[in-house]
Nanobody, 124 residues
Framework: QVWLVESGGGLVQAGASLTLSCAAS????????MAWFRQAPGKEREFVAA????????WYADSIEGRFTVSRDNAKNTMSLQMSDLRPEDTAVYYC?????????????????WGQGTQVTVSS
């Protein structure tokens, strides 16, 4: 069993920065990749970014346009998402996930572990 807990969400104004964190605990934690997804009200879940747990190589959704940076700390079993130049359209619940290689491009499976999510609200 793996538990993922997100933190760092909140209400910010457009143009601001925010950093989300995801802490993992449970059985020996060594996924192929971790990822961030988001879901806005009335919309489908959207892939945001992913990172290789072993190498730290990142992948990003095109929609992020270079504004977000994903990182991980293997020693602390944590992953972070630094978000800058936030826009109202970034408003969503952000989820972290851990699992297989498909996460590199946002592909999840029955074996993907999920956190409960953290709300990010960007006001205009």
């Amino acid at each position: 069993q793996v538990w993922l807990v997100e933190s760092g969400g909140g209400l910010v104004q457009a143009g601001a920065s925010l950093t989300l964190s995801c802490a993992a605990s449970g059985r020996t934690f060594s996924p192929y990749a971790m990822a961030w997804f988001r879901q806005a009200p009335g919309k489908e879940r959207e892939f945001v970014a992913a990172i290789s747990w072993a190498s730290g190589k990142p992948w990003y959704a095109d929609s992020i346009e270079g504004r977000f940076t994903v990182s991980r700390d293997n020693a602390k079993n944590t992953m972070s998402l630094q978000m800058s130049d936030l826009r109202p359209e970034d408003t969503a619940v952000y989820y972290c996930a851990a699992g297989a290689s498909g996460l590199r491009t946002g592909v999840t499976s029955r074996g993907t572990d999920w956190g409960q999510g953290t709300q990010v609200t960007v006001s205009s």
